[in-house]
């Protein structure tokens, strides 16, 4: 009997900026991914993305989901247009992959899982750190019982991130900018797949520290999971302590990075010319604008990681490194190498997925039910902030 060939998955992409750039390495290398068709407004991103991939651009994302040579779209627009075109995608019959984070609002979270339900199309969102293969298998080792019952789980990480170059609404939290609806749901996703996924509480504070820069850049939350486990989750953007520090200068993705870079973004933006446009400077990091410098030596590649993080259980600890995982155990430290990603940046976890469930070899196991629960979580979070009290959560899910 003949072998049955693999479908092929054929992606467009809605959004050709930065975070487009960071994924499609891991679309162009998938053995039955082909990157399809794209969309932007920026005639520039689109003539770059039609150059590199041999595929159309269009500037209208309703072009794009009305191609029949496109089965899956991936959203990577500005966060309020999350659900405007994750509809239009569902009612072409597309299935979805969205940046994270899903959408601003829970009931903008609904319209999108109605919309894909209604249309019969999986809906995944793309919150790639808890796709990186250490917590994966920090997953699996706390699922085997390696360190005992589960006690506490906790992440935390210093960052330039309110520095980096950004659009007007991403300075503006009631817009869905800042560091609660950026950074926390990659935190979230983390811990509520290593903790079980259902948090019955968030209680949080969090901090907007320079006038110039009017959002929340830092918070702090502990998070009470079903079953006794908590979690604590911190975070700052301000560009003083780097906590890559701690992961021997490994970047977020991977990357190498000298040291003594602490406020290197801050001091870049401050000499800006006065009037400078920095929305035209972070187009810069999408299709078409300044090219991205290579890291790709495959024999020093390093794991992606959103932070430390590191999970307590009865027996022992468990510890994400740039190469794996470290095992605190009553016999001592255990090194658990995990073979390195598959290409640079690695976000090749999230295309598995949805490409497993594409092909049928597998349902998704983090769908857009999961994807609001993460949401319910880092609006949970803001909430606490705002009022100063702990958050009861009614629509969580496990994983």
């Known amino acids: 009997m003949p072998a049955v060939q693999a479908p092929q998955m054929r992606v467009g992409v809605i959004g050709l900026g930065g975070a487009a750039r960071q994924m499609l390495p891991s679309f162009q290398t998938h053995p039955h991914v082909v990157i399809a068709a794209g969309a932007d407004p920026r ?27 496109v089965d899956v779209v991936y ?64 997953r699996r080792l706390i699922c085997e019982g390696a360190i005992g019952p589960l006690a506490l789980i906790n992440n935390f990480n210093y960052t330039n991130f309110l520095y980096r170059p950004r659009r007007y609404e991403e300075l503006r939290t009631e817009s869905g900018g ?22 019955e509480s968030v209680r949080s504070a969090s901090w907007a520290l320079d006038p ?56 870049a933006l401050s000499a800006l010319p006065a009037g400078a446009d920095e929305s035209a400077l972070k187009a810069q990091r999408g299709l078409g604008g300044k090219p991205s410098p290579s890291h790709d030596d495959p024999a020093s590649r390093a794991h992606p990681h959103f932070g430390v993080t590191i999970v307590t259980g ?35 976890g999230l295309v598995d997925e949805m490409y497993d469930a594409f092909a049928g070899q597998q349902p998704l196991l983090r769908d857009g039910h999961w994807a609001r629960a993460t949401m319910e979580v880092c609006l949970a979070i803001r909430q606490s902030a705002l009022e100063g009290r702990e958050i009861q959560l009614s629509r969580q899910v496990g994983i």
């Open 212 to 267: 110039d820069r009017p959002t929340d850049g830092a918070y702090s939350a502990f998070l009470q999971f079903e079953g006794g486990a908590v979690a604590v989750i911190v975070y700052s953007g301000y560009d003083f302590f780097d906590s890559d520090q701690f992961h021997d200068w490994v970047g977020e993705l991977g990357e190498s990075k000298p040291s003594g870079l602490n406020g290197s973004a801050r001091r």
């Open 314 to 348: 009865r027996d022992g600890d468990l510890r994400q490194t740039a190469r794996g995982l470290e095992h605190y155990g009553r016999e001592g430290i255990r090194e658990i190498a995990i073979p390195g990603p598959k290409v640079f940046p690695d976000k090749s």
């Open 43 to 69: 005639e520039d991103a689109r003539d770059a993305f039609s150059t590199e991939f041999s595929a159309p651009a269009f500037a209208h994302p309703e072009d794009l989901c009305s191609c029949s040579d």
């Open 75 to 138: 959203i990577a627009t500005p966060h309020q247009l999350h659900r405007e075109h994750a509809v239009l995608a569902a009612r072409a019959g597309k299935h979805i992959i969205v940046e994270k984070p899903m959408a601003l609002t829970l009931e903008d979270c609904d319209a999108m899982i109605e919309a894909a339900e209604h249309a019969k199309v999986l809906l995944v969102v793309g919150h790639t750190h808890a796709f990186d293969a250490p917590i994966i298998e920090m």
């Open 178 to 199: 800042g560091a609660i609806y950026n950074q926390a749901p990659h935190q979230v996703d983390i811990v509520r797949l290593l903790g079980g996924g259902k948090v």
